[in-house]
């Protein structure tokens, strides 16, 4: 990787991105005032800001100083860089005094560091740059792996730009109050709208993976997208739907069947009656208003999950993914497919944890589940178990009786087992799912009458039909 210093001031015969006068004119402002040193130090999170070494060095022994709360001025950095035996590096205390000396005041300190970040930012893009260049050349790293690792680079310099940014105390107050008008008592993540499970889990938590699975035909799809509604149209939260076996139609007819409480199969041979059909012409504003996006592409790798998952985070409409399901993404070229699955569930905790978001990930059971003749799936009935058991911070069962008993008395009942939860207890919680709209409740709704239930399901009926569809993204 290229390693700048001042005896390299070029790359490839061009002028690395620097301004030595601006760095001159940036520490000689904090000299002549001190108290602009609290702002810019939440700008300047790396002594790699500053090109030139000298100039390192001092803002290293200005940082010393700010952050043991001593009173900055000429003779106390001169100290600084003598106790640390950095002076004479520095060039003696008469570069230091030549320092605040070149400017009359910190007017224009502001000006100076935003210039000199657009400098850094290009100085590490080269560098992140001409490690990837290495690697592509070198037969040893597979295409996957230096993208990855040039995604992440990447990544991680808009981040950086980000968090480092001043904003106005609006940027936080407002997601503040968002965040309060929204919760309930104890939701410290992100609510799902099922009470018993909220209650276990204080809402779904940033950087867990959760796996999903269920039997065919028991209705993983429907509890997914029940979630995901309840979390981005009721509570506001970004959820993007990764879908690799519906098509994004077939999950709008679902949605807007759950919503309006209308039967699906009327929808689909279009015998709805007109207050039927005005119950889903009321419920398209609030389902396209909402920050719910759905990527319906069924040939979808882990590297193009994690990139559109980077790209959406970095433009903040990401709080929460889920992916239906883990088994149908597209693996690499392992030939092991335990291995390829392993890969795929390590690669989705790590997207988990470096966005800082919730991840359901839809998983099958293996048919042993079936052959056995047992009610209940355990962790062990995981398709290629040993991985995605390892990797995940809860795994979620939904069993529904009737698909095995087809009694009548079954017909509602559901219930979700949560089997494994690392950072809490487990628990069976009880829930009830019409199955005409495809959609798990909780227990106490009975009826399916559409009455209230708690808070889960009120929704404004106002509103134009607006544009059809969820957001998409290629």
């Known amino acids: 990787m290229a390693e700048f210093n001042d005896e390299q001031?070029?790359?490839?015969?061009?002028?690395?991105?620097?301004?030595?006068?601006?760095?001159?004119?940036?520490?000689?402002?904090?000299?002549?005032?001190?108290?602009?040193?609290?702002?810019?130090?939440?700008?300047?999170?790396?002594?790699?800001?500053?090109?030139?070494?000298?100039?390192?060095l001092i803002w290293h022994a200005l940082t010393q100083l700010y952050r043991a709360g001593t009173p900055i001025d000429v003779l106390t950095l001169s100290a600084e860089l003598e106790l640390e035996g950095k002076i004479q590096k520095c060039g003696g205390r008469e570069y230091i005094f030549d320092l605040m000396d070149a400017v009359a005041s910190s007017a224009n300190v502001d000006w100076n560091v935003q210039h000199l970040r657009s400098k850094f930012v290009l100085r590490q893009l080269i560098k992140a740059s001409e490690e990837t260049i290495k690697k592509s050349l070198d037969a040893s790293f597979t295409p996957e792996s230096v993208l990855e690792e040039a995604e992440k680079n990447i990544?991680?310099?808009?981040?950086?730009?980000?968090?480092?940014?001043?904003?106005?105390?609006?940027?936080?107050?407002?997601?503040?109050?968002?965040?309060?008008?929204?919760?309930k008592d104890g939701i410290t993540g992100i609510p799902t709208g099922l009470a018993e499970l909220d209650e276990l889990t204080n809402g779904l938590q940033d950087s867990d993976l959760i796996i999903l699975a269920a039997?065919?035909?028991?209705?993983?799809?429907?509890?997914?997208?029940?979630?995901?509604?309840?979390?981005?149209?009721?509570?506001?939260?970004k959820v993007a739907f990764f879908s690799l076996e519906m098509d994004g139609v077939q999950l709008a007819q679902r949605l807007l069947c759950s919503r309006a409480r209308v039967d699906q199969s009327k929808l689909r041979s279009g015998k709805l009656s007109r207050d039927e059909m005005n119950q889903i012409i009321g419920k398209v504003a609030p389902i396209n208003q909402s920050p719910l996006y759905v990527d319906d592409n069924a040939d979808l790798g882990i590297m193009e999950l994690m990139?559109?998952?980077?790209?959406?985070?970095?433009?903040?409409?990401?709080?929460?993914?889920?992916?239906?399901?883990?088994?149908?993404?597209?693996?690499?070229?392992?030939?092991?497919?335990?291995?390829?699955?392993?890969?795929?569930?390590?690669?989705?905790?790590?997207?988990?944890?470096?966005?800082?978001?919730?991840?359901?990930?839809?998983?099958?059971?293996?048919?042993?589940?079936?052959?056995?003749?047992?009610?209940?799936?355990?962790?062990?009935?995981?398709?290629?178990?040993?991985?995605?058991?390892?990797?995940?911070?809860?795994?979620?069962?939904?069993?529904?009786?009737?698909?095995?008993?087809?009694?009548?008395?079954?017909?509602?009942?559901?219930?979700?087992?949560?089997?494994?939860?690392?950072?809490?207890?487990?628990?069976?919680?009880?829930?009830?799912?019409?199955?005409?709209?495809?959609?798990?409740?909780?227990?106490?709704?009975?009826?399916?009458?559409?009455?209230?239930?708690?808070?889960?399901?009120?929704?404004?009926?106002?509103?134009?039909?607006?544009?059809?569809?969820?957001?998409?993204?290629?």
């Open 307 to 474: 990139s559109k998952a980077r790209e959406l985070k970095r433009k903040d409409q990401l709080d929460m993914l889920i992916i239906d399901y883990l088994q149908l993404m597209k693996t690499g070229n392992e030939e092991n497919r335990a291995v390829a699955i392993g890969n795929i569930s390590r690669g989705l905790k790590i997207l988990a944890k470096e966005l800082h978001i919730p991840v359901i990930a839809l998983a099958q059971l293996s048919r042993k589940v079936e052959e056995k003749g047992r009610d209940r799936p355990q962790l062990s009935d995981l398709r290629e178990s040993g991985s995605i058991e390892q990797d995940a911070d809860m795994v979620w069962f939904v069993e529904r009786p009737y698909v095995r008993t087809h009694k009548d008395e079954d017909y509602n009942k559901a219930e979700l087992i949560v089997a494994k939860h690392r950072n809490g207890s487990v628990k069976d919680i009880p829930l009830y799912f019409e199955p005409n709209i495809t959609t798990f409740f909780n227990a106490e709704v009975n009826g399916g009458d559409g009455g209230d239930d708690g808070g889960d399901y009120q929704y404004d009926d106002g509103g134009d039909m607006g544009a059809a569809g969820f957001g998409d993204f290629g």
């Open 9 to 56: 001031p070029m790359y490839e015969n061009r002028p690395i991105p620097t301004d030595e006068q601006a760095e001159r004119y940036l520490l000689g402002g904090i000299l002549r005032d001190p108290n602009v040193m609290g702002s810019v130090v939440t700008i300047v999170a790396s002594d790699e800001f500053f090109f030139f070494e000298r100039h390192r």
């Open 155 to 183: 990544f991680a310099i808009a981040d950086q730009q980000v968090r480092q940014s001043l904003q106005p105390i609006e940027k936080f107050v407002t997601p503040l109050l968002d965040r309060l008008a929204n919760r």
């Open 215 to 237: 039997r065919p035909g028991v209705g993983k799809t429907s509890f997914a997208l029940t979630i995901a509604a309840n979390a981005a149209i009721d509570y506001n939260r």
